[in-house]
């Protein structure tokens, strides 16, 4: 365990030439990982994929997380682990490449304002698309954020506060670090993977309390229109926890923050809680 300053990687790692690499976001309650289970199979998968050897167990890992949680100065706060192909020479191919580098970082978390939370946010529909999920699967989670960078800075040159990307048929993926989310006549829909959206683990325990809860819920191909009229709209992340849209493209609509928003906001803190909250804090 390093500060800041002194946890350096070779310029040679591919992680940084090529944005060959994996990662994760996970945030940490109460000093206790949200869903550490979930983000490590992710990543696991996502290593599998890009057939980058993950160099430690889970169980190492999660020790590691712990113990980089007990040495952080406040009780909540973000982990980002990333597992790169390693330094090596020069191009792209991985052959040389003979150590993958892991990384773990725990930060504070840049909160979206309260008030943001409250009013909810606006959102533009960005020029730029997701890669499509023919050349990376969206559901890896790889280093190369560029077109997502891109679509936040077009929100922001248009003064809004997130983008969201279409597909290069249309469709509506997720924010530019968020999964998204409408409700229509009672029927709460987020896009599914196939076009583009990463699984993400927010929508999955989205998708979890939904059940539990019964509301209605689909997964299914949605356009700029149906964002356009939607009863309600929210984004969900690791980040973000969820948080409700107000405005896209200039389209204010029905309800926000909306009662499915509402309820699904308060389920979620209690379901952070339930896992993370030691027996002490308890009401
Ligand atoms: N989509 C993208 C592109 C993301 O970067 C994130 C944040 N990791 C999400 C969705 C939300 O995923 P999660 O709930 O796992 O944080």
Known sequence: MLPEREAVI?????GLLYGDGVFEGIRFYYRHPFRL???????????????????YTRAQLKKAANEIIAAFPEENGYLRLMVTR???????????CKEPS?????????MIHPELRGDGIHLIIASTRRLPADGVDPRIKSLNYLNHILAR????QAGAHEAVLLNSQGRVTEGS????????????????????ALEGITRGVILQLTAELNIPTREAPLTAYDL???????????GAELIPVREVDGRVLQHCPGPVFSTL?????????????PKEHSL
């Open 37 to 55: 289970v979930e983000h490590l199979q992710r990543l696991a998968d996502s290593c599998k994929a890009i057939r980058l050897e993950l160099p």
């Open 153 to 156: 800075m077009e929100a922001t």
């Open 102 to 110: 892991t990384i773990l970082i725990a930060t504070r978390l840049e």
């Open 228 to 238: 356009y009229t939607a009863d309600e709209c929210f984004l969900s992340g690791t």
């Open 86 to 96: 390693g330094s090596g020479p020069m191009g792209l191919d991985p052959a040389g």
């Open 177 to 196: 670090a968020e999964n998204l989310f409408i409700v229509r006549d009672g029927l709460l829909i987020t896009p599914r993977p196939v076009d583009g």
């Open 10 to 14: 070779p310029v040679t790692d591919h």
């Open 265 to 277: 906001a308060k389920a979620f803190q209690e379901q952070i809680s339930i896992e993370c909250k």
